[in-house]
DNA sequence: AATCAATACTTGATTCACTCAAGTAATGAA
DNA sequence: TTCATTACTTGAGTGAATCAAGTATTGATT
C-alpha cells in the first residue's frame, strides 16, 4: 500500500473529509488490483486500452515516460493481458490492446473497485448533482 | 509521478469528477514534495511527526510494514530533516522527531501543497459545508 | 535521390517504495 | 529464570519511476 497523500496540517473540515475520502479511495484502488494480482500501475494502464493505442500515446495520457510504460507494458504482456502489434502505418510504433484474458480481468477489476461507485451511490441524483457541481467549482 | 488511479469506466459524472480532483490532488501532493527534493512517502512521513513517537506507531498509522518506515525514516534521517532517539521508557524501541531543519522543510511543504486549501477556498462558506456533508454521506 | 533531424520505442542503470522473512535486543509475564 | 512477545533492523526481491543512450523508421530538406 502506498503511504496516504496527507494531510499536512488541514485547516478545515472540508479540507480533512477530502483527504479521508481521497485516502479511503486510493488504498481500495489498490486492493481491488492486488485482488487479481494487479498493481495499481498495472491496473490504470489496462483500463485504458479500451481502444488498440500506442504506448506513446498512454505516456502522453499518463503524464510519465515512455520507458515506464514500455516497462509495465512488459509486465502486462507477459501476464497474457496485453499483446504489442505492429503498427501497420508506422513500422517504429506499436499498437497495443487487450487480450481477451485482458478484458475479462480489466471486467473484473471494474467489479472489484466498488468504492466510488459504491459512494457516489449513497447520495441521492440530486445530491450528485451537487457533488459535481461543487467538485467541479472547487477544481477552478 | 505515480499513474493516477482510475477511471476505470466511469458510471456518472460525479464519479468521473471526482476521480479528475483525486488524480489532480495526488499530482499536486507529488510536485510540492518535489519542489522539496522530497517523495511522497518521504513528505508524508515527516508531516506526521508534528509530535516525537515511535516507529511502530507510525507504520500502524499508515498501514504499512515496520521495515518501510525504518527505510524512509533512514532517508530523512540522512537527509538531517528527523532524529531517531532511544525511548528511554524501552530500550527497544526509538522515538523519531523532526529537526529543526525537518520542521522548516515541512512548513515548506505545507505552503508549497496548495492545491486542497486553493480548491476549497473556491467555496463559500456555506458550499464548504454542503461539500463537507456530502462527502461525509458518501463515506458512509 | 541523399541527408539528417525528429519520432517511437527499447535498453540499461539507478533510486526509491514496498513487502516478506529472518534476525537482534529488550521487555514482561509465568 | 525462562520464554513468548514486542520493537525495530537487515537482507532479499519486486515493481514503479526517471534519465541517458541506443536503434530503427519516418519525413522534410536539399
Known amino acids: 500500500m502506498a503511504l496516504p497523500n496527507g494531510p499536512v496540517a488541514t485547516s478545515s473540515k472540508a ?7 481521497i485516502d479511503v ?3 481500495a484502488y489498490e486492493a481491488a488490483a492486488a485482488e487479481l494480482s494487479l498493481s495499481s500501475a498495472q491496473a490504470c494502464v489496462l483500463g485504458r486500452l479500451d481502444e488498440r493505442r500506442g504506448m506513446g500515446a498512454l505516456a502522453e495520457e499518463l503524464g510519465c515516460d515512455a520507458s515506464n510504460i514500455t516497462q509495465i507494458v512488459a509486465r502486462l504482456e507477459g501476464l497474457g493481458l496485453v499483446a504489442r502489434e505492429p503498427n501497420p502505418r508506422d513500422r517504429r510504433a506499436r499498437l497495443v490492446a487487450r487480450t481477451p484474458r485482458g478484458d475479462e480481468v480489466n471486467h473484473r477489476f471494474a467489479e472489484a473497485f466498488t468504492f ?3 459512494a457516489i ?4 441524483p440530486d445530491e450528485q448533482d451537487q457533488l459535481t457541481a461543487l467538485l467541479r467549482k472547487a477544481l477552478g
Chains 1, 2 share one sequence.
Not at 15 to 21: P, R, Y
Not at 121 to 124: P, V
Open 121 to 124: 451511490g449513497r447520495l441521492s
Open 15 to 21: 479540507e480533512a473529509v477530502l483527504f479521508e475520502l
Open 25 to 27: 479511495y486510493d488504498r
Open 116 to 118: 466510488a461507485r459504491t
